[in-house]
């Protein structure tokens, strides 16, 4: 390793091993569990989507959470200097790492600054009702309305980031992972106890369900289901984005790294099966009860959460206010956990930068400057409105509408597309060649069995050597496919 130690105080350290496994959870859940994973189990075969993506989880997940964590930690650097560190050959891979949460970011503020507003229209009309459609249509079609909100949202970040790993990001986690627990039980119970629920969760867990239904319209290949249950799985456990390097290298030499991994996959999974439980049973039952057909409710896209819901609440009458606030914390507090683990995987870059150049790093100008820059390009998604206000990439590169995909139909869909569509399963594809053929799996033997002395490493090579190269690979050429529409699959 070929750099300096990096400076501890500014880039600070968890006081416990509870707030760290408190603040990766956090990180993991966000939107993805509130609201691609319901849709998507339900959507991709119910039952059968749990088990792929549950096999998914144990050898292509769990492997890299605990590769990230140990390079994290081994290295005491965020992605960049961490690659560095320990590869000159695959020291790029660590720029993509922060590339993405930084693309990633400029939309998550947007739909972090969404459920702001909700919260704020739910308030203001409490007992009086908000009609979701409604009110979603309009906000989309107000960019400064959007670019207000999503200010707003980055603000909160900026100021827990700024106030550091123990002080900001912990201690947020610390207060914000039980309360959304919480809250998502009390919704769970709410959901459950509304006529005609039971349809929304045979959606759920039923294989082929939503086909006979009417919620799809063909059953989703095999190979369909695999990429999108392993698309999911890394974007839900915030993998290959720098966040869980970054929190790795924040974390004390004594603790057990596979157990922490395995306790932050399981959490991830549980919160994102409870949120399903909670949203599209509400869903499916408020539909029944407005008499809108079974397969004509919309429990795909924005507009599960922002339209199909809120109308969900609207219906309830009186009391429906007070879940849509319930609701919409949680969803704020799970985009917040998860935005401050992205904004770090950035901001630590240059603190470590600046450190391993002898230079004084500040971590509260570093922060200021990375969410200024996520700021002023997340404008230009939040003017967007999802496509709904004629400067649209399509519309912005002069192309026609004949031209428009998946990577062009919106700036939010646009900085997707490179991060989570290429960036992720590139960036995680790579680290899993480094560490299974250039550097070896056993170059991280003392980190992983420093805190724990079980048997993993002949587990974890096979899984680094063959499957998560193998997975991303295909994961990486089916989201393309789907981005760009080559017609691969
Ligand atoms: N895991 C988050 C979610 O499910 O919404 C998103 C995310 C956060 C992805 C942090 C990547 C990351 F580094």
Redesign the pocket.
């Known amino acids: 390793m070929d750099n300096k130690m990096p400076d501890t105080n500014q880039r600070g350290s968890f006081g416990s091993n509870i707030g760290f496994l408190l603040s990766a959870i956090g990180?993991?859940?966000?939107?993805?569990?509130i609201w691609g994973f319901p849709y998507k189990m339900g959507a991709c075969g119910g039952f059968t989507f749990l088990l792929v993506y549950l096999a998914l989880a144990v050898f292509v997940g769990f492997a890299i959470m605990l590769g990230e964590l140990a390079l994290g930690r081994k290295t005491g650097f965020g992605p960049v200097n961490a690659y560095k560190a320990v590869s000159k050959r695959f020291k790029w891979v660590g720029w993509l790492a922060i590339i993405a949460?930084f693309l990633?970011m400029t939309f998550y503020s947007v739909l972090g600054g969404y459920c702001i507003y909700y919260i704020v229209i739910n308030l203001v009309g409490l007992f009086r009702g908000v009609p979701g459609s409604e009110t979603f249509g309009a906000m989309l079609t107000s960019p400064m309305l959007q670019i207000g909100v999503m200010i707003l949202f980055m603000l909160i970040c900026y100021l827990i980031n700024r106030s550091g790993v123990d002080g900001g990001i912990e201690k947020f986690n610390q207060v914000g992972m039980p309360a959304l627990f919480v809250m998502l039980v009390i919704i769970i119970i709410k959901a459950w106890t509304m006529p005609g629920a039971g349809e929304g969760l045979k959606f759920m867990f039923v294989p082929g369900y939503a086909v006979k239904g009417g919620f799809i319209e063909e059953t989703p290949s095999l190979l369909s289901v695999l990429a999108t249950a392993g698309g999911q799985m890394f974007?839900?456990?915030?993998l290959a984005?720098?966040?869980m390097i970054t929190y790795g290298s924040y974390l004390d030499k004594g603790e057990n790294l596979p157990k922490n991994s395995v306790i932050i996959v399981v959490s991830d999974t549980i919160v994102a099966l409870m949120a399903g439980v909670a949203v599209i049973p509400a869903a499916v039952a408020n539909g029944i009860a407005q008499g809108t057909p079974v397969g004509e409710i919309k429990l795909n896209g924005p507009g599960l959460l922002f339209s199909t819901l809120q109308d969900v609440f609207h219906n309830m009458g009186a009391i429906g206010g007070i879940f849509g606030i319930i609701f919409f914390v949680l969803v704020l507090i799970a985009a917040i956990s998860?935005a401050i683990?992205?904004i770090e995987?950035v901001s630590v870059t240059f603190i470590d930068r600046a450190s391993a150049k002898g230079k004084e790093p500040s971590r509260p100008r570093t922060v200021t400057l990375v969410c200024a820059v996520i700021t002023l390009v997340a404008c230009l998604v939040a003017a967007d409105g999802l496509g709904s206000n004629g400067f649209a990439p399509w519309q912005f590169f002069g192309m026609g509408e004949d031209a428009v995909k998946g990577w062009n139909d919106c700036w939010l869909d646009f900085m997707d597309v490179w991060s989570e569509g290429i960036a992720m399963p590139l960036g995680a594809m790579m680290m899993a060649i480094m560490i299974g053929w250039e550097l070896k799996p056993s170059f991280f033997h003392d980190e992983i069995h420093s805190g724990y002395n079980g048997r993993i490493d002949g587990f974890w090579s096979f899984c680094m050597k063959y499957l998560v190269p193998i997975a991303m690979f295909f994961i990486l050429l089916v989201q393309l496919d789907s981005f760009f529409g080559f017609g691969w699959f």
């Not at 990180?27 to 569990?33: E, T």
């Not at 974007?235 to 915030?238: D, N, Q, R, V």
């Open positions: 990180s993991a859940v966000g939107l993805g569990n949460p990633i974007f839900s456990l915030s984005m720098g966040a998860s683990s992205l995987a």
